[in-house]
């Protein structure tokens, strides 16, 4: 396990240099002056030049790139424009409110959807595998960003339930005065994740249990529930790669559901960094989401070895 482990690692390194070069060449190549953020519009060429400069985008690109990644790699991602304020200490409160987010999302979506699509695959054509799979084609269809907007206008609006926007009072616990703020944007955020690991677990339970080994199982006087535990322990290394998956796309891909909500996370964070052109914030937000991203596709392949024993010796 421990050889599995390190290839893995080995893998993932060429992957880091190609998110961070990826990651900085995409801001660069938009059009528009950075600086026009924070330099008047009467500002001299002298002050426009000596701006530039102190940002460092004076210099060639290939040098600019270096000395990114040799700070990114002293925990210094830059200061950002809109604000002075170190990119670094932006990110990581964004991450962490937005890391709440995901986590509670992809935790409801991830019980939701394994028990309504072990329900589909074990009663196959009928009323109830119609049902689950009905929930699971909204759940992907529908616009989260619309679906959201429907749940403030009945909860926020009309039942005056739960807060429409924002994370409560400052600094996150969990207490019921934040928990009723993540409700909404937890629960729009889900639908999505829920409904493709429904799909999903029902195609898998579905396939599992046509295999002769199911009937082995039964042939041998094993319970129903014996039974049910063999299938679960054969779909959980797919099932867990694919919410892992669901959660590194709830990361990174929140911005609507951020926006709808007010939420201060990174999705909010990069509506703002992109409508500002606060190009360091963007890099540093962009770069620790897909970091994000490649560490949490490292710790699924893990699980799954450990899982599924198979998947190490192949």
Not at 115 to 141: C, E, M, P, Q
Request: aromatic share 10%; with cysteine; glycine share 8%.
């Amino acid at each position: 396990m421990l050889v599995y482990i390190l290839r893995r690692i080995i893998y993932v390194i060429p992957i880091v240099i190609a998110v961070a070069l990826v990651c900085f060449l995409l801001v660069h190549i938009t059009p528009g002056d950075p600086l026009v953020a924070v330099l008047p519009a009467d500002a001299s060429a002298e002050l426009a030049a000596q701006m530039r400069a102190a940002y460092g985008f004076d210099r060639p690109l290939p040098v600019q790139f270096g000395l990114w990644v040799w700070q990114a790699l002293h925990g210094n991602l830059g200061t950002s424009i809109a604000t002075g304020r170190p990119v670094l200490a932006e990110v990581t409160q964004a991450v962490g409110n937005t890391f709440i987010l995901a986590v509670t999302a992809s935790l409801i979506g991830f019980v939701f959807g394994v028990f309504f699509g072990l329900l589909a695959g074990y009663f196959r054509n009928t009323w109830v595998d119609k049902l689950a799979t009905s929930i699971a084609v909204a759940g992907v269809s529908v616009p989260h960003y619309w679906l959201g907007m429907v749940l403030v206008i009945i909860f926020s609006v009309w039942l005056n339930w739960l807060p429409a926007v924002g994370n409560g009072p400052s600094g996150w616990a969990w207490d019921w005065v934040h928990i009723r703020h993540l409700i909404l944007p937890a629960v729009t955020m889900s639908v999505i994740p829920m409904g493709i690991v429904t799909r999903t677990v029902r195609a898998l339970t579905g396939d599992i249990l046509s295999q002769d080994f199911v009937e082995a199982l039964r042939s041998k006087g094993l319970r129903e529930t014996q039974v049910f535990r063999h299938v679960v322990k054969n779909a959980a290394p797919t099932a867990v790669a694919v919410m892992g998956l669901q959660l590194g796309y709830l990361l990174g891909g929140s911005i609507l559901i951020e926006t709808v909500f007010s939420w201060p996370g990174t999705g909010f964070l990069l509506n703002s960094a992109i409508f500002q052109r606060d190009l360091p914030l963007l890099q540093g937000t962009i770069l620790v989401l897909a970091l994000f991203f490649v560490f949490l596709n490292l710790v699924v392949d893990i699980a799954q070895a450990s899982i599924d024993p198979r998947i190490k010796r192949s």
